[in-house]
């Protein structure tokens, strides 16, 4: 399927989990080109291999991203951060 001319090249799925497999793959559908969507991708494994078959067959790139931001150990690196002067560099 060609691009929509009118959508852009990449998008980002962040949509409650019973959404993600449905919205990724209308994205696809679209003609976006790389996707990254938050884990785990699709609400069954069928939706994700569905997911998965759709990327295949439109030549998609799509990345399911692990987001650790509300985890506790995270809350307290960026504490140990801020107090030690913040990054320097990673």
Not at 1 to 19: G, H, S, T, W
Not at 47 to 57: D, G, L, T, Y
Request: no cysteine; glycine share 8%.
């Amino acid at each position: 399927m060609k691009q929509n001319k009118d959508y852009p090249k990449k998008a980002i799925v962040v949509v409650p989990e019973n959404l993600l497999g449905k919205v990724t793959i209308e994205l696809i559908r679209a003609g976006i080109k790389s996707i990254l969507v938050e884990k785990p991708g699709g609400g069954s494994i069928a939706e994700i291999k569905k997911v998965a078959e759709e990327a295949k067959k439109n030549k998609t790139q799509v990345f399911v991203g692990y987001n650790r931001r509300q985890y506790a150990a995270v809350a307290k690196a960026q504490e140990i951060i801020k107090k030690d002067g913040g990054v320097n560099s990673f």
